[in-house]
Each structure stands twice: as structure tokens, then as C-alpha cells.
């Protein structure tokens, strides 16, 4: 599989993807969408492994996206999730594009596969750029795979040490390109080959300090599979959101579609929907009651698209980001600044958690009623007891989401 190898998030710019199918009721798109990803009902009893294999593979850096995601769709506490984790019935592991997802079991094979090409880009690059000879990198990957066992997670500093001149500094040069030593290089290779994994170091998702223990899982899958996946979660989609997620060329993700049996929803749209939902998407009918969740900004809702305009009302679009400059809108946005509320597929308010005042700070786009202020007091109580924060990434913290959070105090309903 083709992809780029970036794991980051660009924090601005639209989409830039095709509008709505307009012969397509928008409100009805956005409450399918909320059907396929479980957000229209609770699915209490759903393990980790079913939602992640039902809804997508959930993307995580370093914050709360995950248990958030997992607790809105079937009410999983924090310990479930870890204990599937320690178990192995889940993991977090590089994947599409070359970025951090946690996949069900069933997925592993496939996700390293969507992953592969990354760590193999950057040992190029950096032969390219800094003289990096591959077998440099090999002789280090083995060198590793002698340090680590199978149970017992050993550190990145711990492993430099044991390996010792095995690892060299790339100096200035690597520093500026984002690889200080060989080290990287070496670890991304035996993840992507399914040789080691990472382990979290006290079992959680929302942190991103890790041991590695060796692995024997298997790599397979190709394109196609992972378009049947893709179209299963996130249809009707377009060959650019398609691409956006998979990161592959044009011609790959047309060929892998069309593979997929991906067709387009109705006449002349660009929206490709799969046979088998074909017929329920056509019968399907909104819910006539608010049914409100709070998610992570990178949840699959959004992020299995990236286009952020389609889960907008146009009044919403037009809103002024919260503690952002002069001029900047939510809409114009291609990921939002802050955690999310939805109903029925639509976003419908802005929130961040306080962690001084131990509590959810909500803007709400439309008035507040018992259903949604009972959605923020239970998802309050979960980031509070079993959480502690409901960060966005590694790097969030209190004291950087303070301009946010008194943005969003400012616009705060007062009857909540």
C-alpha cells in the first residue's frame, strides 16, 4: 500500500472537497452517517474490539479521543478499554497513512500493511538526506530485536544503552530533520513489520510514553480491503475523502473502490456507497429525537472525512472560533480547535474540560434542554473520575486550552 507517511494534523485550511450531493437532504446525510458510527443510540455491551470494528479505527495522539469515542458509542469505562488493550483484543499502532490509530485485533494484519510505507519512506529519506546506509538500519533492528523479550517492555533510553554504538547520532542535520539518531528509524521499521510493539507505560492511551516487547504478527492486506473497511464505516464518501484517509494516489483509491463495490449513492454523485448499505441507506429515516454524544475533535465522525463542513449547519459555519484571530470561522476550519457535541450528526455545540474547576465548559449552538444537559453531566463525570482530563493531544494541557476555555465560558449557556 502507497500513503504518506506524515502523522500530523495540519491545524488549519478547508477541506477543499466536493459539496454535498444537493439533490441529498443534508440533515438526513448527517444522522446516517451518526447511524453507521453508533452515535444514535447507546450499543451498551459492545466491546472495544466490536465499536472500533463496527465504526473505524479510532485516531489517538496522546489524548482522549479514544475513551471518549468508546464511552459515547457503548458507555465503555476507561478500565475496559485498558484491559482490551493489555489483552490485546485491542491496539494502538501505526496504520493508515502512517499514523496512530487503535485497531481491533481483527485488524492488526491490516492495519500495519496501510501503514508499511511510512517507515520505509523515512529510512529513504534519511539515506537521501543524511546518509543513513540501510544496512546500518538493519544491523540496528536486529541488534534490538536481542535486547527485547516478549513480556517485559523496555524503554527507549534503556534500549539505546543496551545497543549501544549500533545507534548513531545524526547531529544537527537530524535534529532539523526530525530524526536526532538512528533510533527511530530502526523502531519504526520492526513496528510497521510487525515485529515489536508499543506498550504504554502505565497502560493508557491518552499519554504517549512507551516500552517495546517483540511481536510475531503477520502483515497482509491490500488496497481493496482496505476500501471495503473504509466504505463500510464512513459511505457515502467521495474518492477524495477516501484518499484523504488512506493517503493513497488517485488511480489506487479509484481502482480500490471500484474493488470494493463502491458505486455512486444516486446518479451523477459523487458519494460512493457500497451495495450491501445501499438499499438500507435508501430506507433509512432520520430519528426524530435529539440524541446528543461528546466527542474528541479527531473523532471518526469527522475525522474518517476531514470535511468538516458537511456536519455544519451554514449558520454554524459562520461562527467565530473560539479564541482564534480576527476573521477565522469554524467552518473555514479542516479540523476543529476544540472538542465536539453532536446530534444526529450534526455538531451542535463546542466544549473543553476545566480541570481546575473540575468541570465541562460547553457553548452550545442551539437551547440547552434536560437530554443535552444530561449527555454533559454523564461525559463530565467520566473525564473527571476515570480520566482526570480530556486532553485533544500529547502536548495539550490546562494551562494552553485557557484562552479556549474563557472563549468558551464567555459563550456559555447560563441555564445549564
Known amino acids: 500500500m502507497q500513503h504518506a507517511p506524515s502523522d500530523a494534523l495540519p491545524a ?20 446516517w452517517w451518526s447511524h453507521r458510527q453508533w452515535l444514535d443510540r447507546p450499543h ?19 489524548g482522549a479521543a479514544p475513551y471518549l469515542g468508546l464511552f459515547a458509542r457503548a458507555g465503555l469505562h476507561r478500565a475496559e478499554v485498558d484491559a482490551a488493550v493489555a489483552g490485546l483484543r485491542v491496539h494502538e499502532l501505526p496504520s493508515a497513512r502512517g499514523c496512530t490509530y487503535v485497531l481491533p485485533a ?6 500495519l500493511a496501510a501503514g508499511a510505507a511510512a ?19 538493519e544491523k540496528l533492528c536486529l541488534a534490538i530485536e536481542r535486547v527485547l523479550g516478549p513480556s517485559e517492555p523496555v524503554d527507549p533510553t534503556t ?47 491518552d499519554q504517549q510514553r512507551y516500552g517495546y516487547v517483540t511481536w510475531d504478527q503477520p502483515v497482509r492486506g491490500d488496497a481493496a480491503d482496505l476500501a471495503r473497511r473504509y466504505f463500510a464505516w464512513a459511505g457515502p ?7 484523504w484517509f488512506s493517503g493513497f494516489g488517485a488511480a489506487t483509491a479509484r481502482r480500490a473502490a471500484a474493488e470494493a463495490g463502491a ?42 472525512h476531514r470535511d468538516l463542513p458537511r456536519l455544519l449547519d451554514p449558520a454554524d459555519a459562520a461562527r467565530p472560533l473560539p479564541a482564534g484571530r480576527a476573521g477565522r470561522t469554524f467552518g473555514g476550519e479542516a479540523d476543529p480547535q476544540t472538542h465536539l457535541v453532536l446530534d444526529r450528526g450534526r455538531i451542535v455545540g463546542l466544549w473543553e474540560y476545566d480541570v481546575e474547576r473540575s468541570e465541562i465548559v460547553l457553548q452550545s449552538f442551539v437551547p440547552p ?39 468558551l465560558r464567555a459563550a456559555a449557556p447560563t441555564d445549564r
Do not use: C
Open 106 to 111: 481483527a485488524d492488526f494484519a491490516l492495519g
Open 44 to 62: 451498551t455491551g459492545a466491546s472495544a474490539a466490536e465499536v472500533l470494528a463496527a465504526t473505524g479505527w479510532a485516531r489517538s495522539v496522546g
Open 369 to 407: 434542554d434536560e437530554a443535552l444537559r444530561a449527555a454533559v453531566a454523564r461525559t463530565e463525570a467520566f473525564v473527571r473520575e476515570e480520566l482526570g482530563d480530556a486532553r485533544g493531544f500529547s502536548l495539550d494541557s490546562p494551562k494552553s486550552r485557557a484562552p479556549k476555555i474563557a472563549a
Open 119 to 137: 517507515p520505509e519512506s523515512e529510512v529513504a529519506s534519511a539515506e537521501r538526506h543524511l546518509g543513513v546506509a540501510r544496512d546500518e538500519v
Open 12 to 31: 488549519h485550511g478547508p477541506s477543499h472537497g466536493p459539496a454535498l450531493d444537493p439533490a441529498l437532504d443534508p440533515a438526513r446525510l448527517r444522522a
Open 237 to 243: 464518501a467521495t474518492l477524495r475523502h477516501f484518499r
Open 159 to 205: 534500549i539505546r544503552e543496551a545497543v549501544g554504538d549500533a545507534v548513531r547520532s545524526l547531529g544537527e542535520a537530524g535534529r532539523k530533520r526530525g530524526v536526532s539518531t538512528t533510533l527511530p528509524l530502526a523502531l519504526g521499521l520492526m513496528q510497521s513489520r510487525g515485529r515489536i510493539r508499543r506498550v504504554p507505560v502505565n497502560g493508557r492511551l
Open 263 to 304: 458505486a455512486p449513492v444516486a446518479e451523477g454523485s459523487e458519494l460512493l456507497i457500497t451495495a450491501e448499505l445501499a438499499g438500507e441507506f435508501q430506507e433509512f429515516e432520520p430519528p426524530a429525537d435529539p440524541h446528543y454524544t461528546l466527542l474528541a475533535g479527531i473523532d471518526g465522525i469527522h475525522l474518517l
